[in-house]
């Protein structure tokens, strides 16, 4: 049984660029959420999807966004790269219709120069 | 919105039984609380879940006090591939907009 895939694994991009990052959950699956993670600040929830509806969204400017598809797999955008957005993307699914219980993808690693 | 709080850091050796306490003190009704497990550059991994009591599993135990503002995650005879980062997670409802409220984690070091 395949696990979460997000692609790419690494990525460098410069300051002013955008990013779209690709989570693929497991089959069955219908809740994706993302999440960034920073030595400094651990995982920081960004968003939840639910049959392609945003259910939930957490502290992030609206340069952070997001989508689902009708096959459940999921993207999400960052525009107007800076400095700060360098860290570790990673997306979550899950079968239930709730937030636990997820099996997390191996993440994007995102720096941005 | 609930905040959980754990050690930063501890420290074991192999063969010793670990426990990791997070509090919870504004854990809503009907949340569940979660352990997860992370290694460097890897997303985590589930440990465990549960509501109340205890709950065991091939790989640890919880506990969780009747207040449930507590949780207590148990590591029995910890080996070095043990050394990780452990993450308690609690859910938070706000109306419709449920936030998921994840610790800083505890850095488990398992000494040889």
């Known amino acids: 049984k395949a696990g979460v895939t997000q692609t790419p694994r690494y990525l460098i991009k410069t300051r002013g660029q955008q990013v779209t990052l690709s989570c693929s959950p497991i089959?069955?699956?219908?809740?994706v959420s993302w999440y960034q993670q920073t030595p400094g600040q651990g995982l920081q929830f960004l968003f939840e999807y639910f049959s392609e509806t945003q259910r939930n969204k957490g502290n992030f400017p609206g340069r952070f966004s997001g989508r689902q598809f009708s096959n459940s797999r999921s993207e999400m955008n960052v525009s107007t790269l800076e400095l700060g957005d360098s860290a570790l993307y990673l997306c979550?699914?899950?079968?239930?219709?709730?937030?636990?219980?997820?099996?997390f993808g191996s993440g994007t690693r995102l720096t941005v120069v | 919105l609930a905040k959980t709080t754990q050690p930063i850091s501890m420290d074991s050796y192999e063969g010793q039984e670990v426990n990791i306490t997070c509090s919870h003190n504004?854990?809503?009704?009907?949340?569940?609380i979660t352990w997860y497990q992370q290694f460097p550059s890897q997303g985590p991994r589930f440990i465990i879940q549960g509501y109340k009591t205890k709950v065991t599993n091939e790989v640890a135990s919880l506990f969780i006090p009747a207040d449930r503002k507590s949780s207590t995650l148990s590591l029995p005879r910890v080996s070095l591939s043990d050394t990780a980062v452990y993450y308690c997670l609690v859910g938070d409802e706000g109306g419709n907009n449920r936030k998921l409220i994840w610790g800083l984690g505890t850095s488990l070091a398992v000494n040889p």
């Open positions: 089959s069955g699956h219908r809740s």
């Open positions: 979550a699914s899950s079968k239930l219709d709730s937030n636990y219980g997820y099996t």
């Open positions: 504004n854990i809503a009704t009907n949340d569940y």
